[in-house]
Every structure is written in structure tokens, then in C-alpha cells.
């Protein structure tokens, strides 16, 4: 397991929004929960105030579940050009759904991912992306909820 310090992710957010601003999104969404702390700062590095949140579960606690349950689909008809933000691309397959179901609802989006962390293992590769994983990644986020909790 690594720890993922918030010096290491203001680092990182500052890479990815440089990268980010050559495709220009009008939108970020931010998947719940692990995408909402890249989305924000994302949000606040490009000046964004368009910052939009969807759900997904496809795992509970760390056990991954059969099926991926997308919901809380924000009103993106006057977007163009989205950028779909997540902590980690893990296997994929939940972002392949969440990319599925928006293009169904909105099929001229120009639809990007972005995350801290891909597996080079996954079936979907984030258009823009930080960092290979390689073990078990300990946000700092979960570590100071953790600490809270106790």
C-alpha cells in the first residue's frame, strides 16, 4: 500500500489541468465519491464553475459487486465538450458504463476521462491521467477520515 499525499495531488492537479486545457471542457463530472476532490480542484485551477457530480456503485467497501448501479445523471444538454473525473481507473468497467450511459442520453458529447491513477491492466484508459497503480493507493482524503473516525 502507498500513502497519496495532498502535495503529490496538487502536483498532480496542476499537470492535469495544463493537460486539460487543450481539450477545453465546459464540464466537469465528477464521479461520487472519488472523483468529487479531483473535480473540485480541477474546477478551481481552470476557473470552472460548470462542476457536475454523478453516482456510481460498483464496489462495497473493497468487495466488487456484480452489477454497477450509475444514477444522479446531471443535465448536460448544453454541454459540448465534458471531462468525466476520477480517482482511480481500476478496472474500468465502471467507467466504460458511466461513458455508455451518458452517450446513450447525449450522443454529440465530446466525452474525455481523466484521473489520478490508471491500472495498466484496465479496460478503459483515461484520456488524461497522472499515475500508473501498481498496489493499494491510500488517499489522503480516506486517511484523515479515518483519523477523524477514531
Do not use: C
Not at 99 to 109: E, F, H, Q, R
Not at 114 to 141: G, Q
Amino acid at each position: 500500500m502507498i500513502f497519496y499525499s495532498y502535495d503529490e495531488f496538487k502536483s498532480d492537479v496542476n499537470m492535469l489541468a495544463k493537460e486539460l486545457k487543450s481539450f477545453k471542457p465546459d464540464v466537469i463530472l465528477a464521479v461520487a465519491r472519488g472523483g468529487v476532490t479531483l473535480g473540485h480542484f480541477l474546477a478551481e485551477a481552470l476557473e470552472m464553475r460548470d462542476l457536475y457530480f454523478i453516482n456510481s456503485i460498483h464496489y462495497e467497501e473493497t468487495r466488487k459487486l456484480d452489477i454497477i448501479n450509475i444514477f444522479n445523471i446531471p443535465d448536460l444538454s448544453k454541454a459540448k465538450k465534458v471531462v468525466v473525473v476520477d480517482d482511480i481507473i481500476d478496472s474500468g468497467e465502471t467507467m466504460i458504463e458511466i461513458k455508455k450511459v451518458l452517450l446513450k442520453k447525449y450522443p454529440n458529447l465530446d466525452l474525455k476521462v481523466a484521473s489520478i491513477y490508471y491500472k495498466e491492466n484496465a479496460l478503459l484508459r483515461p484520456d488524461f491521467s497522472a499515475r500508473e497503480a501498481t498496489e493499494w493507493i491510500d488517499f489522503f482524503w480516506d486517511f484523515e477520515i479515518d483519523n477523524l473516525s477514531r
